[in-house]
Every structure is written in C-alpha cells, then in structure tokens.
C-alpha cells in the first residue's frame, strides 16, 4: 500500500549530490513531491528533506540506496505521523480585493495567515501550514484575484529522540575504538 513518506537526508556539502539522489529516485519511478535544501545542527552538514508517495518496502531500498552515496552520512524515512512539518506560501493578491469589505482580511484571521506587505497595486499575504491548508486558502482567495504565488517544499523535524547529533557521535565512538584497537594490534 502506497503512502507518503518523508526522507531526510544528511550530507555534506558537496557538489553533485542531488543529481545522485535525482537517479536514484527516477531508477524507482519515484516522484519528488517536495524537496527542501537547509543546514541542520550541524556545522557542515545539510539536511535534504524529500517527500515522496510509495510503498513501504520500496521506501526502505531507496533510502539504503542513499545511504551508499559516499557524501551521504545518514539517511532517516519517516511517515507523517512520525514528524512536525510545515510548508510555507506566499499569495500576492490584488489590493482592490481590500474595496470590496473584509474579506481578505477574514480569509486571512480564519487561516492564521498574516499580511507582510500592502502596496497600491497589491498586498502579500504569509500561510504557513500543511499542503491542504495552504490549497483550501488558495481556493478561497481565487475569486479575489491571486496576482502570484508561491510555496515551499516541507519544512520538518522529527519527533524522535535520537539525533543526527548523537548517531554522528557514535560513529566516532566506533571509528575511534577500531583506531585503539589497531594500535594495540601493532
């Protein structure tokens, strides 16, 4: 059964990585729906958040796949139920809209949006929110002449415990033993 993951994957900077990834997905008949570039916590390393629909075992070899990438040092898939995610959207709406009462400014409480900009011509509306949310608020503000818009991909954070932090640090726990150990051994 086919649903929608998220992967996040961590990698140094280096140039290339993406079209590995790229490959990787489109070898699987994959398709990105979202894709964010960020820094994480960090210095150095970069967090690369995919979201992609598929089945659960398919999800499992991708993400093995990513994780042989020599620039990659860890790959973690989780479902939506796994993470706290946002997407971010900007709508530039016809300021005219603002002549015909408050409806701008109600579409605009009831979706906990906020204006950032009015100009004569036209005002730039923040929605920051889930994919539904920020599509309903589109719809909704349609008919009142949408001048542009545009939106991010997924934004996200785990909520499990354990941290790249601390697999980082493991792997130095274990590649400084395996030094120890071989220079007991000479």
Same mark, same amino acid.
Request: proline share 1%.
């Given at each position: 059964?086919?649903? +929608? ?33 960020? +820094? ?76 950032? +900009? ?7 509306? +923040? ?60």
């Amino acid at each position: 059964m086919k649903q +929608e993951y998220t992967i996040s994957l961590f990698t140094e900077d280096h140039i290339g990585i993406l079209g590995q990834i790229t490959i990787i997905l489109t070898r699987r008949q994959l398709n990105i729906e979202s894709f964010t570039a960020s +820094e994480s916590a960090v210095q150095g390393v970069y967090l690369l958040t995919i979201v992609v629909t598929t089945t659960s075992d398919l999800i499992q070899k991708v993400a093995k796949q990513m994780e042989k990438l020599v620039d990659v040092l860890k790959v973690f898939v989780h479902t939506s139920e796994q993470i706290i995610y946002q997407e971010i959207a900007l709508f530039k709406v016809s300021t005219k809209a603002l002549l015909s009462g408050n409806i701008i400014d109600h579409i605009v409480r009831s979706h906990n949006a906020r204006i950032l +900009e009015v100009s004569p011509e036209f005002m730039i509306i +923040e929605k920051t929110g889930h994919r539904a949310d920020i599509a309903k608020m589109l719809t909704q503000l349609e008919p009142y002449g949408v001048l542009q818009f545009a939106k991010s991909g997924r934004v996200a954070i785990t909520k499990q415990v354990k941290e790249l932090t601390s697999y980082l640090q493991e792997m130095d726990e274990a590649n400084n033993f395996k030094g120890d150990n071989f220079r007991t051994l000479n």
